[in-house]
């Protein structure tokens, strides 16, 4: 970020933190206290000695948030990576090495996220479950290693649901209506009933349908055009009881099931090898914003269940809990590859031209994953007033996931027999013999090389099982009646075993299993000082890291010389670790009536895993960067001025650079930057500055009804989706396209044309606003939903080093809507 930059958003802070006092000032009522869970007890969160951010279920409801990437709206530090349905990736503080595709299932995640006691991240694959009946979505950012452990390198997200109630039956059900500009409308069925089973048990059930609206058309072959591909369903449910025998034993059993059914993403594609204005065959294509190409029906599904079991006990002066969790998902995304395979035989034209028909022959891929998961955490907590409190305990957890990958081409062996039978190339060298020396005279076809049936020019098979041992304790003396001293850490133990298993053309079929392991201890220390009652002064310092794994094969078959010498012999990547340093401030000023808090810090990482394309290889393969940071400010303001008028601003500034610069070495001796891993570049999908507000303004409008305002307003700033994009010339490349055909009708050939576009996502702005009436057992509201219709790019989406495709993921569009909400029973 330059100079002007930074200036003009420390200009926009400081102004926003002076307007949010002098408002302040005035204020004529309290805020009311927000108890979380973060350190594994309940406490205040103006008393937890580093940087957490809670919104309750009515802020949620309030700001229209029906997702995680709905909720880091409001949230500093907090970014999240819209990569299609099912799909997002967090991020918090910068820590980010930017996209991860599906097809690298060994990356773990980097910030953790937990139902309740129940650990539900999954490297990719982020569950989109929903946040109806939840009493506060927690955030906790810094590294969280010591009471949470892996995939909580950069932070941890916590949904905290509301908890079984015996003491009265009630519900609330909500019914909502929308429409999207130049989209399709939406709708959603919600509700919650708690029911008393005895006194000392009761049963709480959540359920809800959506029809999730679509918004991406999808021109197809001969011009057509596929109105609203992206939409689909989602449906659940979550069930939970409590049992309550006696005040010192707590039972609580509980099932989420969720459903998510879509059938397309929400990419816009500005170039696609099958369809683009420079082709002179058939369809000759100019795509417009929120358009695709696509010759398939593309998919996505996502089976989601977990089963919990969480017992308390009390002992006495401690307290005893056991969570036992069981997760089953299956994930399948079906995508048209049409233009992957099309560019591989395209350039194949070296050995025969290839026909318009063999390019397009359609070519859809299957992308699967079975996961199964099993976590036990068993912790004991000091359960009585004194100066000196702790928590410790130990985990386990055995996941063992299946992946693979399908690409059935119907035809494609006899492409392949046809362009690669064996022959002598008179051409180069007399003596060289045939180009497919098998004694198979189709020695290329799918079977011969590994696939389980013909025609499958792809195929890969990945199981492993990960196993996770630890042990952990946490201890926080209290020095004074001001200072308190908090000491933790954590013992871990991983290993991971996966079998590699590939064939067809397009593959490495040389594969084989392969192991990693790890152990190590995570510290953290933790201080803060009471100035007074309204004010805490924190520090700490704290480990974090993420596990390594193990590379997949490069698509040897599909590399040019240049990219098997530069991204070959990368058979695995190592643990990813980091030491956090923070300084923060919680101050409540204006007689209660407002919060401000802020947080200053710098991480240190060493061996950072940054994903790379591994260019014309179509494979992605995983490197270590061995030094980077991320320094950064984060402030929050909480305020209700007045008994109608309430608001909140939070802002982060982030620098996050590479620190070391990752080379390769040609066969001639050149030298040349990798993946623009270089000194000084920045961290991919982290925006220099964010910032987001809310505001909601009430009034009476009789005895009996309230009416209220509410809208919020986030800004992100530019950013890259991995660092790769930073690479000088990366935005400008020669592309594949077909000329005229000659009298068979055969195309191919060398590249015709380049093209250029900006890799640097640009900075948008997203507003909402929400109008709405209220009684004591109903409301309903009108909202409006990115009232400017920004067309933001939240991601780049590329095929094949992009000779196959270029896209950006993109936002729903301007919607309006209406939901009415009914309360019955308590």
Request: aromatic residues 10%; contains cysteine; charged residues 20%.
């Amino acid at each position: 970020m330059n100079s002007n930059s930074w200036s003009r958003s420390v200009s926009l802070v400081a102004a926003a933190v002076a307007l949010a006092l002098g408002h302040a000032a005035f204020a004529e009522t309290i805020l009311g206290e927000v108890m979380v869970t973060a350190r594994k007890r309940a406490e205040s969160m103006q008393d937890v000695p580093f940087a957490i951010s809670a919104r309750s279920g009515e802020q949620l409801r309030n700001a229209g948030a029906a997702n995680v990437e709905d909720i880091s709206r409001n949230i500093a530090g907090f970014t999240v990576q819209n990569l299609g349905p099912g799909q997002s990736q967090v991020g918090m503080r910068g820590i980010s090495a930017g996209k991860t595709d599906r097809d690298l299932p060994g990356v773990k995640e980097q910030v953790g996220v937990y139902m309740d006691e129940s650990v539900i991240s999954l490297s990719l694959f982020t569950p989109d479950l929903e946040l109806y009946d939840l009493n506060r979505v927690e955030v906790l950012r810094g590294p969280q290693g010591t009471l949470f452990g892996s995939g909580s390198l950069a932070g941890t997200v916590r949904y905290i649901t509301n908890q079984p109630d015996p003491s009265a039956s009630y519900g609330d059900i909500e019914v909502t209506g929308s429409s999207i500009d130049g989209g399709e409308a939406g709708a959603s069925l919600r509700g919650m009933f708690n029911m008393p089973m005895s006194d000392t048990a009761a049963l709480r059930v959540v359920g809800y349908y959506s029809e999730v609206p679509g918004f991406i058309d999808a021109v197809q072959p001969g011009g057509s055009v596929h109105q609203d591909a992206n939409g689909g369903t989602k449906w659940g449910v979550r069930a939970a009881m409590r049992f309550e025998p006696n005040e010192n034993l707590t039972i609580t059993p509980r099932v989420i099931y969720q459903d998510i059914d879509m059938d397309g993403y929400n990419r816009t594609d500005v170039w696609n090898i099958l369809a683009n204005p420079y082709t002179t065959t058939e369809p000759r294509v100019t795509l417009e914003d929120r358009q695709q190409y696509t010759q398939l029906q593309e998919k996505f599904t996502d089976e989601f269940l977990l089963a919990d079991l969480t017992v308390e006990v009390g002992l006495g002066n401690h307290t005893l809990t056991s969570i036992s969790s069981y997760t089953d998902r299956d994930i399948l995304v079906v995508r048209d590859a049409t233009q992957l395979t099309g560019s591989v035989t395209y350039d194949l034209g070296a050995f025969r031209p290839a026909t318009s028909a063999e390019v397009r022959i359609s070519s859809p891929l299957y992308d699967a994953t079975k996961v199964k998961v099993f976590t036990q955490e068993l912790r004991v907590a000091s359960d009585y007033d004194g100066r000196f409190q702790w928590v410790g305990g130990a985990f386990y957890s055995d996941i063992k996931r299946h992946y693979g990958q399908q690409l059935p081409t119907p035809g494609y062996d006899d492409v392949m027999a046809q362009i690669f039978a064996p022959f002598d190339d008179p051409t180069d060298d007399p003596d060289a013999g045939p180009i497919c020396p098998l004694t198979s005279p189709r020695c290329l076809d799918s079977v011969n090389l590994g696939a389980p049936v013909a025609d499958m020019p792809f195929y890969s098979d990945i199981p492993y099982d990960f196993t996770q041992i630890a042990v952990f304790a946490e201890a926080n003396f209290s020095l004074s009646e001001r200072a308190d001293l908090t000491i933790g850490g954590r013992y871990y133990d991983f290993s991971e075993d996966r079998v590699l298993t590939f064939g067809g053309v397009f593959s490495d079929p040389s594969a084989g299993p392969g192991s990693s392991d790890s152990d190590g201890f995570l510290p953290r220390v933790l201080f803060s000082y009471d100035v007074n009652e309204n004010v805490q002064l924190n520090a700490q310092a704290s480990e974090g890291f993420r596990l390594g794994g193990i590379n997949d094969p490069l698509n040897l078959s599909l590399c040019s010389d240049e990219d098997v010498t530069t991204f070959g012999g990368r058979d695995s990547f190592d643990d990813e670790t980091l030491w956090n340093y923070e300084l923060g401030a919680k101050v409540g000023f204006a007689d209660g009536r407002a919060q401000f808090n802020i947080s200053a810090y710098r991480a240190e990482i060493k061996d950072f895993q940054v994903p790379v394309v591994a260019g014309t290889c179509s494979s992605r393969i995983v490197y270590n960067v061995p030094k980077a940071h991320t320094n950064g400010v984060e402030i929050e303001l909480e305020a209700q001025p007045t008994d109608r008028f309430s608001f909140g601003l939070s802002a982060a500034m982030v620098n996050s650079e590479l620190d070391s610069t990752v080379t390769s070495t040609s066969g001639s001796g050149a030298v040349t930057v990798v993946g623009a891993m270089e000194k000084g570049n920045r961290m991919a999908s982290v925006p220099e500055f964010q910032m987001s507000a809310n505001a909601t303004y009430k009034w009476p409008m009789t005895d009996r009804l309230e009416g209220y305002i509410s809208g919020t307003f986030q800004h992100i700033g530019d950013r890259y989706t991995q660092v790769a994009d930073q690479a000088s010339g990366f935005g400008t490349f020669g592309i594949r396209s077909f000329g005229s055909p000659t009298t068979t009708g055969q195309v191919g050939g060398p590249a015709l044309t380049s093209i250029t576009f900006d890799p640097l996502l640009p900075e948008y702005d997203i507003a909402n606003l929400r109008f709405g009436v209220r009684a004591d057992d109903w409301e309903a509201a009108l909202f409006i939903n990115n009232i400017a219709d920004e067309s933001a790019r939240l991601g780049l989406d590329q095929e094949r080093g992009r000779v196959a495709r270029v896209g950006f993921l993109t936002n729903q569009p301007r919607t309006i809507g209406v939901t009415y909400r009914r309360s019955f029973g308590k």
